[in-house]
């Protein structure tokens, strides 16, 4: 079994930037791959960025248009997603996932998910 734990989400002004983490621990692997999802009221979860332990990442450019950055510390076992120039359609409810093996955008890949952080951007 893998928990994950987010956190780091709030409310913030539109433009700000957050930083959101995933704390990872359990039975983890080298070779897992910890992903980031956000799903916004009433739309579906999407995908929005991922990578591995030995560091190869994922980012979907068109969710969040380049403003994402993730990162992870193994010593730690985190997970960050660093987010810039928030805007209201950013509001949505996070989530941290984790699975055995590279990145991926697919969410049915993932079997392990945190219970999510809440992120509300105002205009």
């Known amino acids: 079994q893998v928990q994950l734990v987010e956190s780091g989400g709030g409310t913030v002004q539109s433009g700000t930037s957050l930083t959101l983490s995933c704390a990872v621990s359990g039975q983890t692997d080298p070779s897992d791959s910890v992903g980031w999802f956000r799903q916004a009221p009433g739309k579906e979860r999407e995908f929005v960025a991922a990578?591995?332990?030995?560091?190869?990442?994922?980012v979907d450019v068109d969710t969040m248009k380049g403003r994402v950055t993730i990162s992870r510390d193994t010593t730690k076992r985190e997970v960050n997603l660093q987010m810039n120039n928030l805007e209201p359609e950013d509001t949505a409810v996070y989530y941290c996932?984790?699975?055995?093996?590279?990145?991926?955008?697919?969410?049915?890949?993932?079997?392990?998910w945190g219970q999510g952080t809440q992120v509300t951007v105002s205009s």
């Open positions: 996932a984790a699975k055995r093996g590279l990145p991926a955008m697919d969410e049915s890949r993932y079997s392990y």
């Open positions: 990578v591995s332990w030995s560091d190869m990442s994922m």
